[in-house]
């Protein structure tokens, strides 16, 4: 059989670009390969469950414009799929000087990129959340939590549904345009298609290269390590507690996380990962490692960022110094406190010049596209991630 359309991966963006095709062509015959066992099963399964509001991103930039539709979007899926979320809202703590006159600039930022906020001052901020410390905050009522494991599984069930196809256990180990089509080998079995979209996340540069195109990037994994309070600590917060980021740093910093079970986490950090998809610590792979070591990208990026890479690999190491980056906006939280959580892995693309991708990054042929980097946060931007890639591929 011939489909219309094989999607590669069954993250919630795959399954996002699935769901808009069915949407636009009810009837078109699609395929989504997964090469686990469950949808989500690797970045979309492992984040912090955020429902982004958006008020960091670049004032009309694309990913201000997505994270606000998407964050719309998401919530409005939760509803109409019966899937639980809790708008409870974001604190953006300022602890010092430097962070209060950073505060000021994301305020601006918000009223740029219409993010509804308050300020808050030191005391309202204790009379908001008193365990937490600081000299003022952004609170901004938007932000969300959800459980994106249930929302891929609810997608998934809606391409199911509108006689859509998500084969598991079925990894792609080779891939070429022929004729009319692009020729798909999952393992013994033969896959012919139309058009095919890989949204393959950690392994996107791979397909690309197996498809014979030429990238210039390679994806990098960084792995954000969590930990989780224990449950008499439960109801420690009441919204989520980020600090200030560094805008010279390109992740946000560890922050306090309500998660949608009423658990909550404590990270994360961001080190250098070296499996793609090792999530027990101190795991290795040496086909990932050689693939990094020998890519020029790598070392010029080592080279530009070696002092923060420094200073999370020793956050990794000591739970004390991870304490330390806690206590600046919640004291109370000793060494015990920080339980093992699971880790997660970002798949960062990084040019050859050493820079990170904080864009998206496409890769096309006649027949194909791949997306090579779908940038943080994808999970809360998926829906209209989905139908730009969708707007992309049939424009093509």
């Given amino acids: 059989m011939t489909f219309d359309y094989c999607v590669v991966g069954a993250g919630i963006v795959g399954l996002a670009v699935a769901m808009e095709l069915l949407q636009r062509e009810p009837g078109v015959r699609i395929v989504v390969l997964e090469k686990e066992g469950a ?38 899926f939760c509803r109409d ?80 549904a509108k006689g859509g196809e998500i084969r598991f256990g079925s990894p792609v180990t080779a891939l070429r ?28 540069d791979r397909l690309a290269q197996m498809a014979g195109l030429k990238i210039e990037h390679r994806i990098v994994p960084f792995r954000g390590e969590y930990h ?32 949608i079970d009423g658990s909550v986490t404590v990270g994360p950090n961001a080190v250098l990962g070296f499996d793609r998809e090792g999530y027990p610590k101190g795991t290795m ?49 000793e060494v015990s406190d920080l339980q093992p959580w699971p880790a997660g892995i970002r798949a960062q693309a990084v040019m050859q010049d050493g820079t990170l991708v904080h864009d998206f990054l496409f890769v096309q042929s006649e027949r194909m596209l791949h997306v090579c980097n779908a940038p943080s946060p994808a999970a809360t931007s998926a829906i209209p991630i989905g139908k730009m890639i969708v707007d992309k591929l049939l424009a093509a």
């Fill in 39 to 76: 949808v989500a099963a690797h970045q979309t399964g492992h984040n912090s469950g955020v429902i982004h509001a958006g008020i960091y991103y670049q004032p009309g930039s694309l990913k201000a414009r997505l994270c606000r539709e998407g964050a719309a979007a998401t919530k409005q």
């Fill in 228 to 259: 989780v309070l224990p449950p008499r600590l439960s109801s420690i917060v009441k919204h989520l507690i980020y600090p200030i980021p560094d805008p010279d740093l390109p992740f946000l910093g560890i922050h306090l996380t309500r998660m």
């Fill in 285 to 333: 792979r040496g086909s990932d490692i050689a693939d990094m070591l020998g890519f020029a990208g790598f070392w010029k990026l080592i080279a530009a960022n070696w002092r923060s890479g420094v200073t999370e690999f020793g956050n990794s190491l000591s739970k004390r110094r991870y304490l330390e980056a806690c206590r600046k906006y919640c004291p109370e939280l």
């Fill in 177 to 204: 345009e022929q004729g009319n089509g692009v020729v798909i080998e999952v393992g013994g079995n033969r896959i012919e298609a139309k058009r095919l979209i890989a949204c393959a996340g950690l392994q996107s």
């Fill in 81 to 160: 799929n019966n899937i639980a979320f809790d708008q409870c809202g974001k604190l953006l703590v300022a602890t010092d000087k430097l962070e209060l006159e950073r505060m000021e600039a994301l305020a601006k930022r918000a009223v740029q990129n219409d993010i509804a906020f308050e300020h808050l001052d030191a005391t309202q901020l204790r009379k908001a959340e008193p365990r937490i410390s600081g000299l003022g905050a952004l609170l901004v009522p938007a932000t969300g939590i959800v459980s994106y494991r249930k929302v891929s599984e609810a997608m998934a069930g809606a391409i199911k």
